[in-house]
């Protein structure tokens, strides 16, 4: 049996229940049978396991829980031997990002476009506009708003 994904086609689906190690260079989807059609509720790759407990182990284990009954949790691979890392992860964030698999936004992490400064206390801020000194104004929770004592602008830090 075998389930087409965007162009590929996956081995599967199988009970979830019913897998056995070793699995190795694979794109694999965690799905949940509804009725009479299967939903993605997690895509990822791997490169090799024979852990026999790698998905109960699995960090996001919990939220396929959550999103089904476990008896009707099933598995898809794709086998890719000739793969490597990149294409298989190419691969998993085109059928996230086309099909937005519950479990898959709960453990998505953000990496940050931004760098965040330490704090230092001797290090004096300039103000952008007129070049004056900026002093702490307000400390809120998570941020800090510094003031120029001149010109009167502010800004935000963040708190580290």
Same mark, same amino acid.
């Given at each position: 049996?075998?389930?087409?994904?965007?162009?590929?086609?996956?081995?599967?689906?199988?009970?979830?229940?019913?897998?056995?190690?070793?699995?190795?260079?694979?794109?694999?989807?965690?799905?949940?049978?509804?009725?009479?059609?299967?939903?993605?509720?997690?895509?990822?790759?791997?490169?090799?396991?024979?852990?026999?407990?790698?998905?109960?182990?699995?960090?996001?284990?919990?939220?396929?829980?959550?999103?089904?009954?476990?008896?009707?949790?099933?598995?898809?691979?794709?086998?890719?031997?000739?793969?490597?890392?990149?294409?298989?992860?190419?691969?998993?964030?085109?059928?996230?990002?086309?099909?937005? !698999?519950? @479990?898959?936004? %709960?453990? &998505?992490?953000?990496?940050?476009?931004? #760098?965040?400064?330490?704090?230092?206390? *001797?290090?004096?801020?300039?103000? !952008?506009? @007129?070049?004056? %000194?900026? &002093?702490?104004?307000?400390?809120?929770? #998570?941020?800090?708003?510094?003031?120029? *004592?001149?010109?009167?602008?502010?800004?935000?830090?963040?708190?580290?």
């Amino acid at each position: 049996m075998s389930i087409q994904i965007l162009q590929y086609e996956f081995l599967g689906p199988i009970k979830l229940s019913e897998w056995g190690p070793p699995m190795e260079k694979v794109v694999y989807l965690i799905l949940s049978r509804q009725k009479d059609f299967f939903k993605i509720i997690y895509a990822d790759d791997c490169e090799q396991t024979s852990d026999e407990k790698f998905f109960i182990n699995h960090p996001s284990f919990k939220c396929w829980n959550n999103s089904a009954l476990e008896k009707s949790l099933h598995l898809a691979i794709l086998p890719m031997f000739e793969s490597g890392n990149e294409e298989r992860k190419r691969i998993s964030d085109l059928i996230i990002a086309r099909y937005h !698999p519950i @479990c898959n936004e %709960e453990v &998505k992490e953000v990496k940050p476009d931004y #760098k965040i400064r330490q704090k230092s206390d *001797t290090q004096k801020i300039s103000c !952008p506009c @007129c070049g004056s %000194e900026m &002093k702490v104004d307000q400390v809120l929770e #998570k941020s800090t708003i510094i003031r120029c *004592t001149e010109c009167g602008i502010s800004d935000t830090r963040l708190n580290s």
